[in-house]
């Protein structure tokens, strides 16, 4: 019995939170530009992220294998790519910050606009200080959902790819760390 509430209570969250992004996704698309220019820069800095580690660790092997020539290539390569990586953050952060803005301001216009068609005796029943909390904080955790789920996408995006990698460089240990993946998996969600 309590078990299938549970799960029930699970399926209403699931659904209320897909209802909650179907209204979100049209105060993004209102800014499709920023928006495709912030998946762009999250997918580079995740090619960035994915690839420095790759050449750190060629670069010192090759020194532990008295390669000199080849390591200073890849430490090179490496001090170029964090500098990718820093380049690619300050433009993450302004495009982020620039859609955050946009899409807070729709939500909270939207949410205005609302409150004003409510009844007034609601109005009278309720401190004004609650509608302008409502709106100033639901705007901010609103418009930091998506972001979040793409982060999280591309973090996801990048764990596969490394374990892709792992694969191509050693099979058993593409093994183990599957095993461990499942395990830690599955002692989380229960």
């Known amino acids: 019995m309590a078990d299938e509430k549970k799960s029930e209570n699970k399926e209403e969250k699931k659904i209320k939170g897909y209802k909650g992004l179907k209204k979100l996704l049209p105060f993004y698309m209102a800014h499709k ?4 220019r912030m998946l762009i820069i999250l997918l580079l800095s995740a090619v960035v992220n994915f690839i420095a580690p790759i050449l750190s660790a060629n670069a010192l092997s090759n020194i532990a294998t008295s390669n000199f020539d080849l390591a200073i290539k890849y430490a090179v390569g490496v001090f170029l790519f964090y500098c990718l990586a820093s380049t690619i953050r300050y433009f993450s952060n302004y495009t982020y910050v620039s859609l955050d803005t946009r899409v807070r301001y729709d939500i909270r216009q939207t949410l205005m606009s609302k409150i004003t068609e409510v009844n007034m005796s609601h109005h009278d029943k309720t401190n004004s200080g609650v509608f302008i909390d409502r709106i100033n ?12 789920i793409m982060s999280i996408a591309l973090d996801i995006v990048s764990n596969i790819g490394f374990l892709l990698y792992i694969a191509f460089l050693s099979l058993p240990l593409f093994g183990i760390l599957c095993l461990y993946v499942g395990v830690m998996w599955l002692c989380d969600n229960n």
Do not use: T, W
């Open 33 to 36: 530009s920023l928006f495709i």
């Open 137 to 148: 904080d639901d705007a901010g955790k609103c418009s930091d959902v998506l972001i979040d």
